[in-house]
T-cell receptor, first 115, second 112 residues
């Protein structure tokens, strides 16, 4: 079964509003989680590394104020897309490495559509 | 910097035939290599990995991959393709900070 749960799977919002996406590790603690963005027919682009108890580390070119990341507990990281615009429409995926496992586990993804 | 390349945007194969999805890598040090599969509007599912050991790695759903150090390749293979294998396949390499760097993806289309 899924070890990383992402919610919601699909969301439609109006321009100018904010949307929060949750990523939970279900049966393990994750001090680090990763947020990716995937454009249609393209690969995954790492946006940021979410660190429990400290600030997220953003990749070059990713707006920190636009994509707010909070890693409030060892099992939950959230990505908030603030003041969303149509160009923010995309597929967002989180992942978490589990201690003792070399492979990362991914959430189901969130399809965000901004209208 | 770590990187992987998937030279084919799409691979077409008939059901029952063997399939190969290509991946080459560029890393400093020993590579941690992975294959993931993605179905439409879904997250990524882990297929297999190479960390060390045998060059032929067996994974989920009958897939396997061959690690070739001299050719810096990690091609995904399956002896007999199924229509249900049609999906998007990503090769990835992990860096020292556990970040994954993905290839551009290869769409596999298996025809009945």
């Amino acid at each position: 079964g899924a070890v990383v749960s992402q919610h919601p799977s699909r969301v439609i919002c109006k321009s100018g509003t904010s949307v929060k996406i949750e990523c939970r590790s279900l049966d393990f603690q994750a001090t680090t989680m990763f947020w990716y963005r995937q454009f249609p027919k393209q690969s995954l682009m790492l946006m940021a590394t979410s660190n429990e108890g400290s600030k997220a580390t953003y990749e070059q070119g990713v707006e920190k104020d636009k994509f707010l990341i909070n890693h409030a507990s060892l099992t939950l990281s959230t990505l908030t897309v603030t003041s969303a615009h149509p160009e923010d429409s995309s597929f967002y995926i989180c992942s978490a490495p589990r201690t003792g496992a070399t492979e990362a586990f991914f959430g189901q993804g969130t399809r965000l559509t901004v209208v | 910097a770590q990187s992987v390349a998937q030279p084919e945007d799409q691979v077409n194969v008939a059901e029952g035939n063997p399939l190969t999805v290509k991946c080459t890598y560029s890393v400093s040090g020993n590579p941690y290599l992975f294959w993931y599969v993605q179905y439409p509007n879904r997250g990524l599912q882990f297929l297999l990995k190479y960390i060390t050991g045998d060059n032929l790695v067996k994974g989920s759903y009958g897939f396997e991959a061959e690690f070739n150090k001299s050719q810096t390749s990690f091609h995904l293979k399956k002896p007999s393709a199924l229509v249900s294998d049609s999906a998007l396949y990503f090769c990835a390499v992990r860096d020292a900070f556990q970040k994954l760097v993905f290839g551009t993806g290869t769409r596999l289309l298996v025809s009945p």
